[in-house]
Nanobody, 111 residues
Framework: QVRLVESGGGLVQAGGSLRLSCLAS????????MGWYRRAPGKQRELVAIKGSRGSTTYASAVAGRFTISRDGAKNMFYLQINSLKLEDTAVYYCYGDGFWGTGTQVTVSS
């Protein structure tokens, strides 16, 4: 049974930073593809960042330069460093790995 658990969300002022973490359990080998998605209020879930097993990384244009995805394969952990937060970054953030999803962590940005 594969399980992904996010942590690190919270309430932060605009311009601040957060680091989201995702622990992947039940996976024998390292994830081939992992990433982060988000769903803002009233909107569909959208890609934030995704990282392939060969190191290729894709960021949504709205977050490029502010968000950084990274992984620790030995620990089956991956992260999303979020800097220069904007009000429009408010969303539930989901980690994703090889077709599996976490349950999400709320990020709320205040003015």
């Amino acid at each position: 049974q594969v399980r992904l658990v996010e942590s690190g969300g919270g309430l932060v002022q605009a311009g601040g930073s957060l680091r989201l973490s995702c622990l992947a359990s039940g996976i024998i080998s390292s994830l081939n593809e992992m990433g982060w998605y988000r769903r803002a209020p009233g909107k569909q879930r959208e890609l934030v960042a995704i990282k392939g097993s060969r190191g290729s990384t894709t960021y949504a244009s709205a977050v490029a330069g502010r968000f950084t995805i990274s992984r620790d394969g030995a620990k089956n952990m991956f992260y999303l460093q979020i800097n220069s937060l904007k009000l429009e970054d408010t969303a539930v953030y989901y980690c994703y790995g090889d077709g599996f999803w976490g349950t999400g962590t709320q990020v709320t940005v205040s003015s």
